[in-house]
C-alpha cells in the first residue's frame, strides 16, 4: 500500500510559480511511475504530468508543456511539479498520483492504483 500526500498548493497570480510536493509513505516510489493530474471545478480530472519508474523522464500535457517540470527524488521518496508561467485555466485541486508500470500510456488515469487527496492551486488574473 502506498500513501501519498500532497502539499505546496496556493493562490498565486497569473504568470507566478508555485512547486508542488508529493510525499509518500508504505512503499519506496522507487519501483512506481508517478503522475500528476487535476481537476478544475465541473470537469473531468485530467493528466498534466508523469515520470518513469526507471528513467527520469517526463511526460506533460500539452497545456502544460514547457512550462511545467515533473522530477523525483526516490532517496527522500518525494516528487515534485515545479509549476511556472501559470494561467488561470491551471486553476484546480491537483493531485499526486502512482502505478506499478505497465505498457499502458503513463497518462491514463484509470492505469493509476494510488491517489492522494489533492492541493488546490489557484491563478488569479
Known amino acids: 500500500q502506498v500513501q501519498l500526500v500532497e502539499s505546496g498548493g496556493g493562490l498565486v497570480q497569473a504568470g507566478g510559480s508555485l512547486r508542488l510536493s508529493c510525499a509518500a509513505s508504505?512503499?519506496?516510489?522507487?519501483?512506481?511511475?508517478m503522475g500528476w493530474f487535476r481537476q478544475a471545478p465541473g470537469k473531468e480530472r485530467e493528466f498534466v504530468a508523469a515520470?518513469?519508474?526507471?528513467?527520469?523522464?517526463?511526460y506533460y500535457a500539452d497545456s502544460v508543456k514547457d512550462r511545467f517540470t515533473i522530477s523525483r527524488d526516490d532517496v527522500k521518496n518525494t516528487i515534485n511539479l515545479q509549476m511556472n508561467s501559470l494561467k488561470p485555466e491551471d486553476t484546480a485541486v491537483y493531485y499526486c498520483?502512482?502505478?506499478?508500470?505497465?505498457?499502458?500510456?503513463?497518462?491514463?488515469?484509470?492505469?493509476?492504483?494510488?491517489w492522494g487527496q489533492g492541493t488546490q492551486v489557484t491563478v488569479s488574473s
Open positions: 498520483s502512482a502505478r506499478l508500470p505497465t505498457s499502458t500510456w503513463i497518462g491514463t488515469k484509470g492505469s493509476y492504483e494510488y
Open positions: 515520470i518513469r519508474w526507471k528513467i527520469a523522464y517526463g
Open positions: 508504505g512503499r519506496t516510489l522507487s519501483s512506481y511511475d
